[in-house]
């Protein structure tokens, strides 16, 4: 298993990697977390790309999806390019899933938030999600 994590949840991530080392102490081979890194471009998109191999692994990536919307985009980017590295699969951790209230249509002409979200991280490649 490989973890990484996108911009918004970085320090989040660097907590729960100290507490799964913390839990087995004599691990030989302690989690690490990736080199994702994202860049900006002038137009305001962004381009997230992993640093190290991860061809075979079960890749979890660590994004919260508070606003802004680009939270969510950047990590719809780093499941793509999870499985267009060869990852076996993608594990998408969300301690926050936005829009995770719209989850029925309780009115006409409403949209469901919930589902197309949950849809567009399917598209994405995730094969789990993680809330």
Request: net charge negative.
């Amino acid at each position: 298993m490989e973890l990484f994590a996108c911009r918004a949840s970085e320090d989040f991530a660097h907590k729960v990697i100290s507490h799964l080392n913390a839990l087995t102490p004599d691990n030989d081979n302690p989690l690490h977390l990736g080199e994702l890194v994202t860049t900006p471009f002038s137009d305001g998109e962004f381009q997230p790309q992993f640093e190290e191999s991860v061809r075979g692994a079960t890749v979890c990536i660590l994004q919260s999806t508070i606003p802004p919307a680009d939270n969510l985009m950047e990590l719809l980017l780093a499941i793509d390019a999870a499985k267009r590295a060869s990852a076996d699969k993608v594990i998408a951790v969300m301690p926050y899933f936005g829009w995770a209230r719209q989850d029925r249509k309780d009115r006409p002409r409403v949209a469901i938030g919930a589902k197309l979200v949950a849809n567009l991280l399917r598209a994405a490649g995730a094969d789990r999600v993680m809330t």
